[in-house]
């Protein structure tokens, strides 16, 4: 297999900056094209991702979010995300793959390490860590369309040791890049993220599939962080950062310093106008699912709880906006 000329400018990109790859993780209510340019406006990734999508509803006529909230991209993003798809089974795969890509989407990343208990009970995300079978064949129909496909997945399901076979077996299946979750799906988030067994990991991609990009993910704070772990585990092509977003927004940056209060708030504003403009075309997402992002912004100015609480009773992005310009902690007039 041979690397996509997609995957090889990424990766071109970042060797000739003596770096690894950057990658925003998929994640649920969080990287749909609102916030998705609120990171591209604060330090943009290498590379970015969808919400992960279910295939079937990709082109399923009364999917609800089929052509929608989830698959929107805006013309004013500037890093065009991969379109993230789960599931277990072929058919729905291989219509995806062709509707993704007749919507403009340049790449595939197929979503086998999501430990949500409903993805599992439907048989996606790590699930297919157990039934290897389907995974090999979701990989085979997403290819079809002729887009280059990676895998986000773990080290196991519930043994660690599970890695010993588990990814050798997806390296067997041509991917263009493997982004492993260094933990099980048993161990969800709950314990550190097992660096310990990244070099043995670059060993496998080595000797099975040394074409494939290998990109490692689990407790990246920053762009710092990510660099340091490449440092000390030469061989890795790239590495994700998923929670790390909540704790800086400006996780991607070069250069990190510390940012003011004007520069969160205006972050804030920025998602908040975004949201406003994703409303009114789709009927998705709901106010409430903002909250989650507010702590993102307010808690690194200094004496801020009470504003954060009172964010936490918006019930509009107006108010939020009226409390911002209340506050005299945010008021920067």
């Known amino acids: 297999m041979e690397l996509s000329t997609y995957w090889q400018a990424i990766a071109d990109k970042a060797r000739a900056e003596h770096r690894p790859f950057l990658s925003l993780a998929p994640m649920e209510a969080v990287t749909n094209a609102v916030f998705r340019q609120v990171v591209d406006a604060a330090a943009a990734p290498d590379v970015i991702n969808t919400e992960f999508v279910n295939a079937i509803s990709v082109t399923h006529p009364k999917a609800k979010f ?10 004013d993003e500037p890093v065009k995300p991969i379109v993230q798809l789960w599931g277990n089974e072929a058919e729905p795969f291989r219509k995806a793959a062709f509707a993704v890509k007749e919507m403009g989407y340049e790449a595939i990343d197929i979503n086998m390490g999501c430990p ?5 009970k439907n048989h996606g995300g790590s699930d297919l860590i157990r039934h290897p079978e389907s995974a090999a064949a979701v990989i085979a129909a997403a290819k079809e369309a002729g887009l280059p496909v990676s895998v986000k997945t773990r080290l196991g399901y519930s043994d660690l040791n ?16 493997l982004t492993i979750h260094v933990r099980t799906r048993q161990e969800m988030s709950k314990v550190a993220a097992h660096y310990e067994y990244i070099d043995e990991l670059v060993k496998m991609r080595d000797e099975i599939a040394p074409n494939t990009l290998l990109a490692i993910n689990g407790d990246v704070s920053d762009r710092d962080a990510a660099e340091q772990l490449a440092l ?5 092509d790239g590495v ?4 790390g977003i909540f704790n800086n927004p400006f996780a991607f ?3 990190p310093h510390q940012h003011t209060p004007q520069e969160l708030i205006a972050l804030l504003k920025l998602q908040l106008d975004l949201f406003d403009q994703f409303a009114e075309k789709y009927d998705y997402p709901r106010f409430p699912s903002l909250k989650r992002f507010f702590k993102i912004y307010v808690k690194r100015i200094p004496h801020s709880a009470d504003l954060r609480t009172q964010l936490m009773d918006a019930k509009s992005t107006d108010e939020v906006r009226q409390m911002l310009a209340d ?3 945010t008021n920067f007039e």
């Open 253 to 255: 940056e070069n250069h």
């Open 232 to 236: 000390d585990h030469p061989g890795i």
């Open 240 to 243: 994700m950062i998923g929670r």
């Open 66 to 75: 089929a052509a929608g909230g989830r698959l929107y991209v805006s013309p």
């Open 327 to 329: 506050s005299p902690i």
């Open 162 to 177: 599970e890695f010993k076979t588990w990814i050798p077996f997806l390296l067997k299946q041509d991917v263009q890049v």
């Open 116 to 120: 949500d208990a409903t993805v599992i």
